[in-house]
Structure formats: structure tokens, C-alpha cells
């Protein structure tokens, strides 16, 4: 019996010995070595570094953004594409230097790694803002090329004795740009102006076509559109002004001039 106890006893001991020793073993294991801790101070300057190159980047893109808007106000598609080729320059941070282990172990530099699309994000927006400022500003010159169009300058130097010349160059020229005109999309609040402007050309075409029958048959014409082509123009006038200053207004706001 005495034997069995202190066999008993022993392997307690033994069992106890071997769990310590795992735990022991368990928790070297977790211990970072000096290099890893080094590694790991590593990615954190270079997720540090980073924030300061990015901070960097973000000002100069939002001032180039803003002069880019604004040098551009009357053509957006051309600051559209500056501005997206601002957003490709945007650094991301960089592994230089650094160890997967690091990377994986330091919490700044994971911080880092998903900072550049955070800090992009007002920018996205801005570049939605532009991207329907370019389609409405698309609608209007389409509208401004179809009151643009003048028929005396199109006849200019055509002996027009019959009606073939208003047939053959000023009715394919407000068929053309009706056709163009149908391709845009009306932007929001603005279908009255496009109806009228649709309107406008239709008239515009029948009264081309009467006219060169009026001429045929040897009656006199002139063309008369009254003020409507005045009228129009005002019209997307002040919706080329209002979606300009939409613009200035969300790139002022994206790049912290103004307030959100």
C-alpha cells in the first residue's frame, strides 16, 4: 500500500512537472524574440511614415482638385479625368523595409493598409459629383448646338432659286443635331427644357421643309424663330450655372474650403 502511494504521489509529481513545463514551453512561444520585436517596431514607423506621406498627398490632391474644377468649370469632363488621375497618384502604403511578420504583428501598420481608401472616400464622392455635372453639361451643348444653328449661314453663297438647298443642308443639319440632342439624358428637373428644346427643333425642321415648298412654288420665305432661340439659350444658361457651382461646391467642401 505504501509503495502504490508513493507511486501514486510520483506521478502526480510527474504529471504536474510536465504541465508546467508545457505551459512554460507555451508561453516562450508567444514571447516575440527580439528580432520579431524589432520587425515589428519596423512596420509600425513605416505605417507612420506612411500617414505622413499620405496626409501630404491628400492636401496637394485637394488643392489640385479644386484648381482643376475651377480652370475647368465650363468643360467638367476635362477635370473629371484630372481629378481620377489624382486619385491613381494617391500613394498606398508600402512594404519596404518590413517583414511579413511585422506587417502581420503591428497593429499601425494594419491600420495603415486600409487608411488610403478611408481617406479617398470624400474624393469618390466628388468624382460622382462630376460625373452627372459631365452628363448635364453634355445635354447642354447638345441643346446649345440645336439653337446654334443658323440657316443663313448655312446657305451662305447657294443661289437659292429653288427649295433644294433648305432640303438638302439646313434640314439634315437640325436632323443631325436632334438626333444628338434624343442621345443625352434629360437631367432632373430639366424636362420642360427638354421637351421645348425638342419642340424647337421640330419646329425648326417643319418650318425648313414648308419653306422650300413655299420657294418651289414660287412664294416668298423667310425664316422666323422669333425670341424662342433667345429664350432657350437663357434657360441652359442658368442650368450650366447651376450645375458649375454644384461642382465648386462639392470639390470646396471634398477639399475642406468649404463647409459640408
Known amino acids: 500500500m505504501r509503495r502504490r502511494a508513493v507511486w501514486r504521489g510520483f506521478t502526480a509529481i510527474t504529471i504536474a512537472t510536465v504541465a508546467l513545463g508545457t505551459v512554460a514551453v507555451a508561453l516562450a512561444l508567444r514571447q516575440p524574440s527580439a528580432a520579431q520585436e524589432r520587425e515589428v517596431r519596423a512596420a509600425d514607423e513605416r505605417a507612420r511614415s506612411y500617414a505622413r506621406r499620405l496626409d501630404a498627398a491628400l492636401v496637394t490632391f485637394a488643392e489640385q482638385s479644386r484648381h482643376d474644377v475651377n480652370q475647368h468649370a465650363e468643360d467638367l469632363a476635362k477635370a473629371l479625368a484630372l481629378v481620377r488621375r489624382h486619385v491613381t497618384e494617391v500613394p498606398e502604403v508600402s512594404a519596404d523595409g518590413t517583414t511579413s511578420y511585422g506587417r502581420a504583428h503591428s497593429l499601425e501598420y494594419r491600420a495603415a493598409e486600409g487608411r488610403r481608401g478611408l481617406a479617398l472616400r470624400p474624393f469618390v464622392q466628388l468624382v ?115 450645375v458649375v457651382a454644384s461642382a465648386l461646391q462639392a470639390v470646396d467642401e471634398t477639399a475642406g474650403f468649404g463647409t459640408p
Do not use: C, H
Request: aromatic share 6%; net charge neutral.
Open 128 to 242: 460622382r459629383v462630376l460625373e452627372e455635372a459631365v452628363d448635364v453639361q453634355a445635354f447642354i451643348r447638345a441643346g446649345t448646338d440645336v439653337i446654334g444653328i443658323n440657316p443663313l449661314e448655312l446657305l451662305a453663297g447657294t443661289p437659292v432659286v429653288t427649295g433644294e438647298p433648305l432640303r438638302d443642308r439646313v434640314v439634315p443639319a437640325y436632323e443631325s443635331a436632334r438626333k444628338r440632342l434624343k442621345r443625352q439624358d434629360v437631367p432632373p428637373g430639366s424636362a420642360v427644357l427638354g421637351r421645348d428644346l425638342q419642340t424647337y427643333v421640330s419646329d425648326a425642321i417643319t418650318m425648313t421643309k414648308d419653306g422650300a415648298d413655299a420657294i418651289d412654288a414660287g412664294r416668298p420665305f423667310r425664316f422666323d424663330f422669333g425670341t424662342r432661340p433667345q429664350d432657350l439659350q437663357r434657360r441652359l444658361a442658368e442650368l450650366n450655372a447651376s
